[in-house]
């Protein structure tokens, strides 16, 4: 019950809703796709929902402020070495 109250609090999904977009992630992470999807992804910006990602993919978009600039940027570097 407290882990539906806070999904609705905070990003306006049921824990049904959270389980429903695992389920199509097939339970991982939506960009690794390796790791076990636990943290709601969302635009901080329009507040919607974008999928289910892992600790590490959460955090590392997170760090990267979300900017798709920056992580471009990210893929250039890495390609470059």
Do not use: W
Request: aromatic share 6%; glycine share 8%.
């Amino acid at each position: 019950k407290y882990r539906n109250t806070k999904l609705k609090q905070n990003y306006g999904i049921s824990l049904e809703e959270f389980n429903i977009l695992l389920v199509k992630q097939n339970g991982l992470c939506a960009i690794c796709k390796i790791n076990k999807g636990t943290h709601v992804d969302h635009s901080h910006d329009t507040k919607k929902v974008r999928g289910i990602l892992c600790n590490n993919c959460n955090a590392g978009i997170g760090m990267l402020k979300d900017n798709i600039n920056f992580l471009a940027n990210a893929i250039t570097y890495l390609e470059s070495i």
